[in-house]
């Protein structure tokens, strides 16, 4: 992940965010099962929420 528009983009996998709907969102999915990040220590649960709210709120670039 290097930018909001790349993230928006997707991957190879297809789409990896899914606007209002973070339980089909490949990145959450990922981010929830420790495979991301890549690097580094694995993110907190509060950590995690903020993400899942940002989806599902419509993950806007602001």
Do not use: C, E
């Not at 339980?23 to 495979?35: A, E, H, N, T």
């Amino acid at each position: 992940m290097h930018s909001y528009a790349s993230l928006m983009t997707g991957s190879q996998n297809g789409t990896v965010i899914l606007p209002g709907n973070a339980d089909k969102s490949l990145f959450i999915q990922s981010v929830q099962s420790g495979q991301m990040p890549k690097r580094g220590s694995p993110l907190s649960p509060s950590q995690i929420s903020l993400l899942v709210q940002w989806v599902n709120s419509g993950a806007k670039n602001n």
